[in-house]
């Protein structure tokens, strides 16, 4: 049987638990814009000319763009700060790592469950 989210933890140190979780949240802050700026065009579409609509939809994507803007800028900043202290960002930042560790994260809290 896996291990527990704790003893999963303890395996790391501080340092890298940090840069886990500022890779984690830049991944997901980065994904949650692009997602508003489709839903914003989607709304935009179905607008259907009414003015307010056509405001609301321009907003979302307004918003979700200057999101994304201080996402890009926060991986610089964070990148070059992390370099400066010793925290490399950078090498955790990796979309196929990141989802095998929210893989095997859920596998250790749920259990892995299979159909057999």
């Known amino acids: 049987m896996g291990d527990s989210i704790i003893e999963s933890a303890q395996q790391y140190d501080i340092v890298e638990i940090i840069n886990k979780g500022l890779a984690y949240a830049i991944i997901i802050a980065g994904f949650l814009s692009v997602v508003f700026i489709f839903m914003g065009g989607i709304s935009f ?48 930042i990796n979309f196929s790592d990141i989802i095998e560790n929210i893989s095997s994260i859920s596998d250790s809290a749920g259990g892995s469950r299979s159909l057999d």
Not at 51 to 77: N, P, S
């Open 45 to 92: 579409i179905l607008s259907g000319g009414q003015e307010d609509k056509i405001k609301q939809a321009v907003g979302t994507i307004r918003y979700a763009i200057i999101g994304l803007i201080i996402t890009i800028l926060a991986v610089v900043i964070v990148a070059t700060v992390g370099r400066v202290i010793g925290l490399d960002i950078i090498r955790y």
